[in-house]
């Protein structure tokens, strides 16, 4: 909730915090919490999240993050290698407003285009990088599009969800090839239980 973040984060301040390191829920909108710290000369630093309204080094410190355009571009190569290059895909975009979804579709398509991939986009929806709605969402694009047979999750937790939801459609592991990305220990554990096909984590020492 972003009017929850702004608040969190004025009151941190209030509460004699010196620094801060803050991962934005949106990439917009947290102009008046970076506003009140910088007025109290708090200052902050972001993770992940790149803030499209204010500027490093003036609003705020800086931005530690990974080239989610080259995430997405990785994880295209690696499931057109687990599918032959011949799927049915659907796809579970991450939170709107995000940086983080913008680049790894970006990426993602890109490199589909580049590489002339046989595969077919059948149905793209967002579950805002969370489990419950990556179940919910894939539950209902199984129905929609029963020929669904490879998925592309922007984050773990969306494709832990999609796991789940197959399962509860009787679907057994490997029926429908997973690529999700950030490699969490779920999702290594989906690969090790052959329900997930690949994830891409490009920095290990990202936090």
Same mark, same amino acid.
């Given at each position: ?5 702004? $608040?969190?984060?004025? *009151?941190?301040?209030?509460? /004699? !915090?010196?620094?801060? =390191? ?10 008046? !919490?970076?506003?009140?710290?910088? +007025? ?5 630093? +972001?993770?992940? @999240?790149?803030?499209?309204?204010? +500027? &490093? ?8 993050? $990974?080239?989610?355009?080259?995430? /997405? ?6 499931? $057109? ?12 975009? /991450?939170?709107? /407003?995000?940086?983080? +979804?913008?680049? @790894? ?21 967002? &579950?805002?990088?969370? @489990? ?20 592309? &999750? ?18 057994? !592991? *490997?029926? =429908? ?8 220990? *779920? !999702? =290594? ?7 997930? $096909? ?10």
């Amino acid at each position: 909730d972003l009017n929850k973040e702004i $608040s969190d984060i004025k *009151g941190m301040v209030d509460q /004699g !915090a010196q620094a801060l =390191v803050i991962s934005p829920l949106n990439s917009e909108g947290l102009d008046p !919490a970076l506003d009140y710290a910088r +007025t109290k000369k708090v200052p902050i630093m +972001t993770i992940d @999240r790149f803030l499209t309204t204010k +500027t &490093a080094c003036q609003d705020y410190i800086g931005w530690v993050g $990974s080239d989610f355009v080259v995430q /997405g571009q990785r994880a295209f190569d690696a499931l $057109s290698t687990a599918t032959g290059d011949d799927c049915n895909l659907a796809v579970l975009l /991450g939170a709107a /407003g995000v940086n983080v +979804t913008d680049d @790894r579709e970006k990426g993602f398509e890109d490199q589909m285009a580049a590489k002339k991939s046989k595969m077919k986009v059948v149905a793209k929806q967002s &579950a805002d990088f969370e @489990r419950a709605k990556g179940q919910t969402v894939t539950a209902q694009l199984l129905q929609a599009h029963p020929e669904i047979s490879c998925l592309y &999750a922007h984050n773990d937790e969306m494709a832990l969800g999609a796991v789940a939801a197959l399962k509860d459609a009787g679907k057994k !592991a *490997g029926d =429908v090839k997973i690529l999700t990305i950030d490699g969490t220990k *779920g !999702a =290594v554990q989906g690969i090790i239980d052959g329900w997930i $096909s690949g994830v891409i984590e490009s920095n290990p020492r990202f936090g």
